[in-house]
């Protein structure tokens, strides 16, 4: 006789705070000739997976051009509108998300990301197919199975991409302060002032610490300092880089900084979160083996 126990063993990085998502509406579009809807915005973040035809997405003042399996993800306030293409009529899944923003290296820049997901096409469409078909019957218990659909789909997405999971305040954000939000999750590697960000918002800085601050209970700098930490989680757990490099990436002025505001946020040094984490990783591998 054979027995196997396997235990679950928090990862550096959870991804546990997916669960603040709230799954608003999901819906579906097919459109034939040359059709393109009016430029809007929406306080929640949208997903729309193309399941066919040709199209494109204009965020803001970008242009993508889309395909079959692609995704695109618009993050909250941001302005943005469909175009279907009359040779090959687009038709996708749309999903609205409160609670959650996500951002990705090299295909995105805070406003939107965009990933193809050929490979992954069939668990996605079953996924989304099964939440589509849960909120048209509305059998009992169906918010509870489109939520769990949800996350489930949330892991999937960040198992495939390179897209980091942001926890968003589920409230609607003046579009001052969600654009410098936007620029923080984008930009947190870089040399950033109160100054550069008020003037990138067209406001006066006191002004966008209160009503930043109000928006998000945190200041532009904090929230800037959290990003830069919650970020070096990853390379602590997943990298043998210095304190000092860690420190430099993440755009610290010192490695004795970097130390201070880990510690602040987290609750114990970097080298301890470092050991605690690799504790973890191998009592996990030690339990697979047995």
């Known amino acids: 006789m054979s027995n196997k126990r396997y235990d679950l063993v928090s990862p550096g990085g959870s991804l546990a705070s997916h669960k603040a998502a709230k799954l608003l509406y999901v ?21 729309f997976y193309v399941v066919g035809g040709l199209g494109q997405f204009r965020i803001m003042d970008t242009m993508l051009s889309v395909v079959q399996d692609d995704m695109v993800i618009v993050n909250p306030q941001v302005e943005h509108t469909e175009v279907s293409l009359n040779a090959h009529p687009m038709e996708y899944i749309v999903l609205g998300v409160e609670g959650l923003e996500f951002a990705a290296a090299g295909s995105g820049d805070g406003r939107y990301s965009l990933f193809n997901f050929r490979r992954g096409r069939e668990e996605l469409l079953a996924l989304l197919r099964s939440i589509l078909r849960e909120i048209e019957q509305k059998t009992e218990g169906y918010e509870l199975v489109c ?4 996350e489930i789909l949330v892991v999937l997405l960040m198992r495939h991409t390179d897209f980091s999971l942001i926890v968003a305040p589920a409230r609607r954000s003046s579009k001052e302060c969600a654009a410098v939000k936007r620029y923080i999750d984008a ?9 550069q960000l008020a003037e990138m918002a067209h406001v006066n800085k006191y002004y966008l610490v209160h009503s930043f601050s109000k928006e998000y209970e945190i200041s532009p700098i904090n929230y800037l300092i959290e990003r830069r930490v919650q970020e070096s989680c990853y390379l602590l757990c997943d990298t043998d880089h210095s304190l000092s490099q860690i420190s430099h990436m993440m755009g610290f002025s010192s490695p004795s900084y970097f130390s ?13 979160y470092r050991k605690k984490k690799r504790a973890e990783r191998a009592s996990f591998s030690k339990n697979e083996a047995d």
């Open 147 to 150: 939520q769990n659909l949800l």
């Open 260 to 272: 201070q505001s880990f510690r602040k946020t987290m609750g114990m040094s970097p080298m301890e």
């Open 27 to 47: 819906s579906t579009a097919k459109y034939g000739g040359d059709w393109h809807s009016l430029p809007h915005t929406h306080g929640c973040t949208e997903l």
């Open 187 to 195: 930009n947190f590697k870089e040399s950033i002032t109160l100054d």
